[in-house]
């Protein structure tokens, strides 16, 4: 799975979506991109299963996300079919649970489906293309 990890970390690396890839042994780290507080997503091996997070230490960014999802009215889930779809990937995403984990990080994640290289480069870009539209992750609008 470290080698799996380190690939993906390297190919979407080469995407410029993300401000900076940061491997970590049992996950690689993908800082987000524009984003005004400290937030990342992550490709993770728990116990042998691949999942795919977005994480941040900041209460207010994840108010700012929960905030536009209840908004909006779509489930997470749907968003990142939508982004899912647009690369090419078929498919149900499992359930997406949002919590603050033991770090005191607010988190959303799902286990992926499959524990190929692809399938992970595709969810890691629909989170990050999912999360990018909502709340504050895609930094301020320049609209006065």
């Given at each position: 799975?470290?080698?799996?990890l380190n690939t993906i970390g390297n190919q979407a690396s080469?995407?410029?979506?993300?401000?900076?890839?940061?491997?970590?042994?049992?996950?690689?780290?993908?800082?987000?991109?524009?984003?005004?507080?400290?937030?990342?997503?992550?490709?993770?091996?728990?116990?042998?299963?691949?999942?795919?997070?977005?994480?941040?230490?900041?209460?207010?960014?994840?108010?700012?996300?929960?905030?536009?999802?209840?908004?909006f009215g779509d489930p997470i889930e749907e968003l990142v079919?939508?982004?899912?779809?647009?690369?090419?990937?078929?498919?149900?995403?499992?359930?997406?649970?949002?919590?603050?984990?033991?770090?005191?990080?607010?988190?959303?994640?799902?286990?992926?489906?499959?524990?190929?290289?692809?399938?992970?480069?595709?969810?890691?870009?629909?989170?990050?293309?999912?999360?990018?539209?909502?709340?504050?992750?895609?930094?301020e609008d320049d609209e006065a």
């Amino acid at each position: 799975m470290h080698e799996l990890l380190n690939t993906i970390g390297n190919q979407a690396s080469a995407s410029g979506v993300f401000s900076r890839v940061e491997p970590l042994g049992d996950r690689v780290r993908f800082h987000a991109k524009g984003c005004p507080e400290p937030a990342w997503y992550e490709l993770a091996d728990v116990d042998g299963t691949l999942v795919v997070r977005f994480a941040t230490p900041n209460r207010w960014l994840s108010e700012s996300i929960e905030s536009d999802l209840m908004h909006f009215g779509d489930p997470i889930e749907e968003l990142v079919e939508e982004e899912l779809a647009e690369l090419g990937w078929r498919g149900k995403v499992p359930p997406i649970k949002h919590f603050r984990d033991d770090e005191r990080l607010y988190t959303f994640e799902n286990p992926l489906p499959s524990t190929d290289a692809v399938t992970a480069e595709k969810f890691l870009l629909a989170y990050e293309a999912a999360f990018r539209a909502l709340g504050d992750v895609g930094g301020e609008d320049d609209e006065a």
